[in-house]
C-alpha cells in the first residue's frame, strides 16, 4: 500500500473527507515536493499540493502525481477549492498549526467541521523503505570519515569551535548537503553537558571531549557521537566510558523487530544504574532519525513504540558528572527482519589522543 492509500485508510476510518498536511517534513515525505512554503490537501480521490509562485513550477516537477494549485494574496484558494469539491470534515495536523493559524481556518473554513489529528505521517516516516535507508547509511558513512579524518587535528590546544567547524567543512566537503543539527563539541568539565554547544575553550590534557554530529543525504539525517580522552585516561576515565559502552552494547544486544523501544532503554539503563550513575544519566536512550534528526519512534523508558523492520534509531546512553564531565557513544542502527544493521563504523574503544 502506497503512502496515500495508508493515509486515505486512515481518514476513512475516523472518519473524515479530507486531510491537510502542513508540516513541511511531513508533506516532503507524502509528496515528494521540497518546498518549504505549502499546504497538502489530501481527499478521498484528490492530492492537492497548495503552494505560492516561488514553488509551483518545482511543485509540478517533484510531485507529478499532484495537483498544484497557486496561492495568491487577493484570495482563499484553500477555501474556493474546499468549497467547490465538497468536503464537510477535514482533519488537519494540530502538532503544527498555531493559535493564530488555527483562528484563519476556523474563520475562512466555518462550513467544514476541523478535526484536529496527531502523528498520522510520522507513524508512516517512522518506518523506512529501502531507499531512505540508503539515504541514511549514506549520511552516516560520510560522518564516520569525516570522524577519521579530523582524529589527527583533536589534541591539546585545539579549541572546540575550529574542531566543529572543521568537521562541518569536512562533512560537507565529502558530499553532505549540509549538517543534520548544529554539532556538539565540548571538552573537559563542559562535556558534562549533553547538548552543549562548541566555544572558545581549547582542550586540555585530562579532558574527555565529546562530539555529536551528523550529515545530510537527500534530505536524510545521520547522527553519531563519540568521546575521546585527551593525553592520559585516568583510572575514572575508564571506569566511566567502559560502564557506557557496556550499556550502549546491553541495549544494541535487544534490538530486533517486535522489541518494545523502552525494552531497549531499559537494556542499557540498568547497566549504568547498577554501577550507582543512574542519577547521571537524564536523558532516553535513543530516538528514531529520518528527514528530522528526532522522530518517531521513541526509544526513552516510556515508550510504547514498537521495533518494526526499517526503523532507524540511535542508541546513545550517556554518563555526565557536574564538574568532572560527560561520556557519551551514540550509534545509529537500522531495524531490520532478523535483527539489526549498525549503520556506524567509527571505532568505539576509548581514544587517547
Ligand atoms: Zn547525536
Ligand atoms: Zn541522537
Redesign the pocket.
Known sequence: MGTLEKLRLKMSQVPVDAFLVSNMQNWRFVSGFTGDAGTLLITRDEAIIFTDSRYTEQAEQEAPDYTVIKTVVEKNVLKETIDKIRISRIAFEKDYVTYSRWEKLKETLSGQELIGVSGWVEELRAVKSEEEAGYIARAQGIADEAFSRLLPLVKAGASEMDLALELEFTIRKLGSEGIA?PF?VVSGARSSLPHGVPTSKKLEPGDFVTF???ARCNGYCS???RTVVVGHASDKHREIYDLVLRAQLAALEVIKPGVMAREVDLAGRRVIEEAGYGEYFGHGIGHGVGLN?HEKPSVGKTSEDVLKPGMVI?I?PGIYIPGFGGV?I?DLVLVTEDGKKNLTASEKQLIVV
Open positions: 543539527f556538539i555529536d554530529f551528523g547522527d553519531m557521537t534528526v540511535t546513545e557519551r551514540e
